[in-house]
């Protein structure tokens, strides 16, 4: 088995929370290759010309010509520290998250709270007039939004679970989802704030996505349904075996078929004792081991 049947196959087998960290992993290594190339042929401002088609845009003209961008920007990510650090955290909570909630939730909180972070941004950039000068070349990237909203729906739904930090020792998740918050979302709020919105836009839809789920309202369910329906689009059909069965026959004609297939059997084989099997013709040989194989 070659590297890349092993990684397809880990891909086919993993659960839905290795899935995300291949696909995150994937759109990263690609990106860094395509950098690469574009920098050994001295294409000028290589990021730029490959986050315009990845990265969500804050203007809205030119996010209506970039739609698909409102997912693909929280798969994507620049400097190897920013996905080393996203991923951690995504399977550290991802992790507890699947040990109360079913995988398809865990993709479904991922990609809607990635959406409602990216809804956040888009707004806070064209309704606060601070924005406005760089609004026409902000850009958003990172699957930040995305991972706060496992991070805070895990810690609403169990708050005391209890985890082990190094150095630290036990403590309620609780305290470390109300930490990571401050720390990415509210602290130094003027330095790299697109970001901190769409933080603060999954970190609401996690919330919202807990509290709907106690009351019996499963937030993620019809849009679940919409991804099953598209991913059925794009499956191979399974051949269907088409059989054909002969009408049945009385016994005056099976009699008759019997007769006659053992007057030609009796008749190839009288050919073959006077002439040798090298005498039968090609129709005569065919039919000779198909009447063989019959009886």
């Known amino acids: 088995m070659t590297v890349w049947e092993g990684i397809k196959d880990s891909f086919k087998q993993g659960s839905a929370l290795i899935k995300l960290i291949y696909v995150n992993i994937g759109v990263w290594l690609a990106v860094t290759i395509a950098y690469i190339f574009l920098f050994l042929f001295s294409v000028p401002d290589p990021s730029g010309k490959i986050l315009v088609w990845l990265a969500i845009p804050a203007y809205l003209p030119a996010l209506l010509t970039h739609p698909w961008t409102i997912f693909t920007y929280m798969f994507t990510h620049q ?17 507890i998250f699947l040990q109360y909630f079913d995988p398809k939730k865990l993709i479904g909180v991922y990609l809607l709270g990635g959406l409602s972070g990216a809804l956040l941004y888009v707004l806070a950039f064209n309704l606060f007039p601070i924005f406005h000068p760089v609004l026409p070349h902000s850009l958003a990237i990172g699957a930040s939004a995305s991972i706060m909203a496992i991070i805070v729906a895990i810690s609403v739904y169990v708050p005391d679970y209890t985890v082990h930090i190094t150095l630290i020792g036990p403590v309620k998740i609780k305290w470390v989802a109300l930490t990571a918050f401050i720390l990415t979302t509210l602290v130094d709020f003027s ?5 901190k919105f769409a933080h603060l836009g999954g970190a609401i839809y996690g919330y919202l996505f807990t509290v709907q789920y106690r009351r019996g309202k499963d937030l993620t369910r019809s849009f679940n349904r919409m991804l099953d329906t598209l991913a059925s689009w794009f499956k191979p059909r399974k051949k269907t075996l088409h059989v054909k069965y002969r009408r049945p026959v009385d016994d005056i004609e099976y009699n008759r078929q019997k007769a006659e297939e053992q007057k030609e059997i009796d008749r190839i084989l009288d050919k ?15 039919t000779l081991f198909k009447m063989s194989n019959k009886h």
């Open 272 to 286: 073959i004792s006077k002439g040798g099997y090298d005498s039968l013709t090609k129709k005569e040989k065919e």
């Open 191 to 195: 330095s790299n704030t697109g970001g």
């Open 79 to 95: 400097s190897f520290w920013h996905i080393l650090f996203n991923l951690l955290w995504l399977y550290w909570f991802g992790i």
